[in-house]
């Protein structure tokens, strides 16, 4: 069945360094895909989205890079701060009238100070 | 705060009891999502509802388990006979087809169950 993972469970950065997170997804259809933060004990942040009619999308500290012909997501966290210590997930929406998200495991960020 | 706005944050329950939850969606959204969440794991899709009628719903959604958005606005999720199985966290998102043609789902907090 279609499934969206990511390819590591932790990540540990330097303060100050860039941080990229990867996520493969095999639903080839989607046109959609969301990055979220999830904090401890809170609900899921919108971060960023892009759509699968472009390939790079960029907001504030963040870009989100959408390669469809490997089936390949990444978010990319400029000069990572402690508060970007969070689980991150992607997210993808099926085509047409799916509406429901499918998202991966996550990925734990930790940056040392 | 105009975010989405879950209630209880935290329930614990005995086995066999039945709970219900509350989803105040971003006032606006016309969609609303349930989904569940155990820990490690991204979110699991369980239903949604656009205005009132609930258009989708996932195998997760056993018959122990019903939504309702009744005047299209706040929606309930209730359990029926709870399960040590059902301890997750419930969490609510919502959209709006109006503002947008993209799914963006907003999250709420979330409520965390327990059975014990």
């Known amino acids: 069945g279609e499934s969206v993972g990511l390819h590591l469970p932790t990540l540990s950065v330097q303060e100050g360094d860039n941080s990229i997170i990867n996520c493969a997804y095999s639903n080839s259809a989607s046109d959609y895909f969301i990055w979220y933060k999830q904090e401890s004990g809170k609900g899921p942040q919108f971060i960023i989205d892009?759509?699968?009619?472009?390939d790079k999308r960029q907001g504030q500290r963040v870009t989100v890079l959408l390669n469809k012909t490997v089936k390949h997501l990444s978010l990319q966290i400029a000069a990572t701060q402690p508060g970007d210590s969070a689980v991150y997930f992607c997210?993808?929406?099926?085509?047409?009238?799916?509406?429901?998200?499918?998202f991966g495991k996550g990925i734990t960020l930790s940056v040392r100070p | 705060d105009t975010g989405v706005s879950q209630d209880p944050r935290h329930k614990i329950t005995k086995r066999g009891q039945n709970v219900t939850f509350r989803c105040d969606p971003i006032?606006?959204?016309?969609?609303l999502y349930w989904y569940r969440q155990t820990l490690g794991q991204g979110p699991e899709f369980l239903t949604y509802f656009q205005n009132e009628a609930q258009l989708e719903k996932s195998r997760l959604l056993s018959d122990r388990f019903s939504a309702e958005r009744p005047k299209g606005s706040f929606s309930t999720l209730e359990i029926q006979r709870t399960e040590q199985g059902d301890s997750a966290m419930y969490l609510c998102a919502s959209s709006s087809t109006r503002l947008s043609s993209y799914n963006e789902q907003f999250f709420g907090p979330g409520t965390r169950l327990t059975v014990l």
């Open positions: 997210a993808e929406n099926g085509s047409g009238a799916n509406s429901k998200l499918t």
């Open positions: 892009i759509r699968s009619n472009m």
């Open positions: 006032s606006e959204h016309n969609r």
